[in-house]
């Protein structure tokens, strides 16, 4: 038997994106994240998403960065329990407020982790903010399937059912 796991998809900053002037920690008021949410940031040339230490964050280093992207449309799976900590990379823009951080706790296996508006990402323009969730499963025994394999199983039964009718 399968108990579905909730995720959330959270666009980062909503429809500001991920830009200077922004205020990521009223955003984040209010929101839960957990392990399997993912961060989207939406973003135009001249930004970058870099993962960096909490030392780095507070000091708004660059240069240290455990991750980095400048792709416009950066997606950041939630794996880990614990704060992870994001500045933009640009000398100056962590400086003028474009840092993140999200404290993340454990995956819930029947409710939705986040309180605030998922939405689902688009690449290179920004996202619309509508409901939206990842399926995962788990079963009895405790091994857990990713979501891909998860949506893999789902689409071969529907396909499976639609063939023998």
């Known amino acids: 038997m399968f108990v579905p796991s909730l995720a959330t998809v959270y666009t980062v900053g909503d429809t500001s994106g991920w ?34 230490s909490a030392s780095d964050y507070n000091t708004c280093t660059v240069g240290n960065s455990i991750s980095s992207d400048s792709s416009g449309a950066t997606t950041i799976p939630l794996k880990t329990a614990g704060t992870h900590y994001f500045i933009c990379g640009v000398v100056g823009h962590c400086g003028s407020g474009m840092k993140l951080a999200v404290t993340v706790g454990k995956a819930s296996d029947t409710a939705p982790s986040g309180t605030g508006t998922p939405s689902t990402p688009a690449v290179n323009t920004p996202t619309t903010t509508t409901p939206t969730t990842t399926t995962s499963t788990h079963s009895s025994s405790g091994t857990t399937l990713s979501p891909i394999v998860a949506l893999f199983v789902t689409a071969w039964s529907t396909f499976s059912a639609l063939a023998l009718t």
């Open 19 to 52: 830009a200077i002037g922004t205020d990521y920690s009223t955003w984040t008021s209010g929101k839960t994240f957990a392990v399997g949410d993912s961060l989207v940031f939406n973003y135009g040339g001249g930004h970058t998403v870099d993962e960096v």
